[in-house]
Nanobody, 129 residues
């Protein structure tokens, strides 16, 4: 079974930073677009960021632009989400996702959950003083 395992979540004060990691198990990330979604209690799941496989093109949701940075380390089969200047409204469960585009990755659809084939179990991020 193909798996993604997130780590790095936790409790942080407003203005603080966290780095989430996403490790792939039983498959290689090289040809996959990697994304991060989040879901807060009582809210819909939303796309946070994505990085394509071919050119490493990155995409960000407006609320996190300039604060979050997505990256990938194919040699270590791991992706990351660096989150800086965290706000209470960033509190959510964060999910790592992967998509193997058969005909090229359509960046205009990066935030659509159905694009992604593999989902991690999620890691809790809580921003609170």
């Amino acid at each position: 079974q193909l798996q993604l395992v997130e780590s790095g979540g936790g409790l942080v004060q407003p203005g603080g930073s966290l780095r989430l990691s996403c490790a792939a198990s039983r498959f290689t990330l090289d040809y996959y677009a990697i994304g991060w979604f989040r879901q807060a209690p009582g809210k819909e799941r939303e796309g946070v960021s994505c990085i394509s496989s071919e050119f490493g093109t990155t995409y960000y949701a407006d609320p996190v632009k300039g604060r979050f940075t997505i990256s990938r380390d194919n040699a270590n089969n791991t992706a990351y989400l660096q989150m800086n200047s965290l706000k209470p409204e960033d509190t959510a469960v964060y999910y790592c996702v992967a998509s193997l585009p058969l005909q090229g990755f359509d960046g205009s659809k990066w935030s659509e959950p159905l694009v992604y084939d593999i989902w991690g179990q999620g890691t809790q991020v809580t921003v609170s003083s």
